[in-house]
């Protein structure tokens, strides 16, 4: 019986209310019933993966970091957490090959010490999260010419290989170069002065592709490996745990984190 209203309650989306009278008894029989039941991590074999790593939010200060096989679709690892800190993936990646796991690539959305977290295999950062990014700084309609070009050209990068990407954000550099370093000095009253850059999101833009260009392409340095350029698998899985999850209104930190495991743990 326990094992069945659990399974109504993730699986099939009932509330309390409804196994409630489905089963003829109280909420907190039922809830008690539910508590009972224990989650527990994945029990799979460590093999040879590529890896896709992120961490997902519900609110400001309630996420899960979660490590996801690429050959196998689904989630080896799960851990929850506050906020997004690299601490957590070097916790996961140690955790995980000291069972015997071997990360032969991964996957990151770019974040900054996501290079020094997996020092020592390639890494991918998802093309889709730089395009996101570089279109946070400019916008979908950018007002300078240059920002204008800069946009179009990251449009281009799932498209695209990294050698005429290269050249092309170089004839783009050759061109706007010297806009994008233009300050302007604002004087104020007391005789004091502060400078900025002109154009400092389109050349927040560019400088973000600069630095993450060795790793955009890291998937066709590595055919061998097939690793992804992208990590929508993982994103996948967030959005389809975000919508079974939404039926369970105000769930106390702990069930949540139930529920969340048991949809992780059998999601493909």
């Known amino acids: 019986m326990r094992d069945k209203l659990w399974s109504l309650y993730v699986d099939g989306k009932q509330t309390l209310t409804q196994l409630a009278?489905?089963?003829?008894?109280?909420?907190?029989?039922?809830r008690d019933k539910l508590d009972a039941i224990s989650?527990?991590?994945?029990?799979?074999?460590?093999?040879?993966?590529?890896?896709?790593?992120?961490?997902?939010?519900?609110?400001?200060?309630?996420?899960?970091?979660?490590?996801?096989?690429k050959e196998l679709k689904r989630a080896i690892w799960w851990h929850e957490v506050e906020s997004e800190r690299m601490a957590h993936y070097h916790y996961g990646r140690k955790i995980l090959e000291s069972k015997g796991w071997n990360f032969v690539a991964?996957?990151?959305?770019?974040?900054?010490?996501?290079?020094n977290v997996f020092?020592?295999?390639?890494?991918q950062i998802c093309q889709f999260h730089q395009i996101k990014q570089v279109t946070k700084y400019l916008t979908?309609?950018?007002?300078?010419?240059?920002?204008?070009?800069?946009?179009?050209?990251?449009?281009?990068l799932t498209k695209t290989d990294e050698a005429t990407f290269t050249r092309a954000l170089h004839v783009w550099h050759e061109k706007w170069g010297l806009f994008i370093e233009e300050k302007t000095v604002e004087e104020f009253l007391n005789g004091k002065k502060k400078w900025f850059y002109s154009h400092g999101k389109v050349r927040a833009a560019y400088r973000s592709l600069k630095t993450n260009l060795p790793h955009l392409f890291t998937y066709q340095k590595h055919p061998e490996l097939d690793i992804p350029n992208t990590t929508n698998d993982l994103d996948g899985s967030f959005s389809a745990l975000k919508k079974k999850l939404s039926v369970h209104h105000g769930l106390r930190r702990d069930r949540r984190f139930k529920v969340i495991s048991q949809l992780l743990n059998g999601a493909r």
């Open 21 to 30: 009278e489905t089963t003829k008894r109280s909420h907190v029989w039922v």
């Open 39 to 69: 989650v527990s991590l994945p029990g799979i074999s460590p093999r040879k993966t590529v890896l896709i790593v992120d961490t997902t939010f519900w609110g400001r200060s309630y996420g899960v970091c979660v490590f996801f096989s």
């Open 106 to 115: 991964v996957v990151v959305d770019g974040r900054r010490g996501f290079l």
């Open 119 to 123: 020092k020592g295999i390639p890494i």
């Open 140 to 156: 979908r309609k950018p007002q300078t010419d240059a920002g204008k070009e800069l946009r179009a050209l990251v449009l281009t």
